[in-house]
Nanobody, 122 residues
Framework: VQLQASGGGLVQAGGSLRLSCAAS????????IGWFRQAPGKEREGVIC????????NYADSVKGRFTISRDNAKNTVYLQMNSLKPEDTAVYYC????????????????WGKGTLVTVSS
């Protein structure tokens, strides 16, 4: 079981990035996938999640209207589209999964990928 997050990088404020989370060793069909982030010196926080059924929920008010999550079960991959990025979005972004339903609590997630660093310059 492996989750591989990718797509991070350095971007200027106002720019966009798309993160990917590719699963291997299992199928994402029955899993909810969440994106979490951890900024330097801060606790890991839930950002956004997509249920196995396809609905999504934002956990971070600061990203509403800017971040969207989608899934491609055929590719066993979930995407996080991040628009209008702000310096405060700078963090390591992690994807994680749990069966069927979303949770904003990181200890409720079953599997984690290694993070990908997003740096937004002002």
């Amino acid at each position: 079981v492996q989750l591989q997050a990718s797509g991070g990088g350095l971007v200027q404020a106002g720019g966009s990035l798309r993160l990917s989370c590719a699963a291997s060793g299992f199928t994402l069909d029955y899993y909810a996938i969440g994106w979490f982030r951890q900024a330097p010196g801060k606790e890991r926080e839930g950002v956004i999640c997509i249920w196995a059924s396809g609905g999504s929920i934002n956990y971070a008010d600061s990203v509403k209207g800017r971040f969207t999550i989608s899934r491609d079960n055929a590719k066993n991959t979930v995407y996080l589209q991040m628009n209008s990025l702000k310096p405060e979005d700078t963090a390591v972004y992690y994807c994680a999964v749990r069966k069927y339903t979303c949770s904003s609590y990181y200890n409720a997630m079953e599997y984690w990928g290694k993070g990908t660093l997003v740096t937004v310059s002002s």
